[in-house]
Nanobody
Framework: QVQLVESGGGLVQAGGSLRLSCAASGRTFSNYHMGWFRQAPGKEREFVAAISRSDTSTIIADSVKGRFTISKDNAKNTVYLQMNNLKPEDTAVYYC?????????????????WGQGTQVTVSS
């Protein structure tokens, strides 16, 4: 069983930046692919970004490409989501996922391996 804790969310103005963190424990972090998803009220959870366990490739959703980047630090058992040029439509609860399927072109979340999420609110 893996415990995931997201942090770094907050209230920012459009055009601002945030860096989200997801700390994992319970299993060896470097053995797992990682992904970020987000969910706004009344909407389905959607994919944002993913990074391979070897830290050699990433997948970025078209909606955030050019603005968001994903990275990780195996020594700290932490994956990051750098969010730049934020827009009101980025407002959502952001969740990290550990141990999903990573193909190089898509990431499928591991069921049940979610953190509690961190709220990101972008004002216009």
């Amino acid at each position: 069983q893996v415990q995931l804790v997201e942090s770094g969310g907050g209230l920012v103005q459009a055009g601002g930046s945030l860096r989200l963190s997801c700390a994992a424990s319970g299993r060896t972090f470097s053995n797992y692919h990682m992904g970020w998803f987000r969910q706004a009220p009344g909407k389905e959870r959607e994919f944002v970004a993913a990074i391979s366990r070897s830290d050699t490739s990433t997948i970025i959703a078209d909606s955030v490409k050019g603005r968001f980047t994903i990275s990780k630090d195996n020594a700290k058992n932490t994956v990051y989501l750098q969010m730049n040029n934020l827009k009101p439509e980025d407002t959502a609860v952001y969740y990290c996922n550990l141990g999903g399927i990573y193909s190089g072109t898509y990431y499928v979340a591991s069921p049940g391996s979610w953190g509690q999420g961190t709220q990101v609110t972008v004002s216009s």
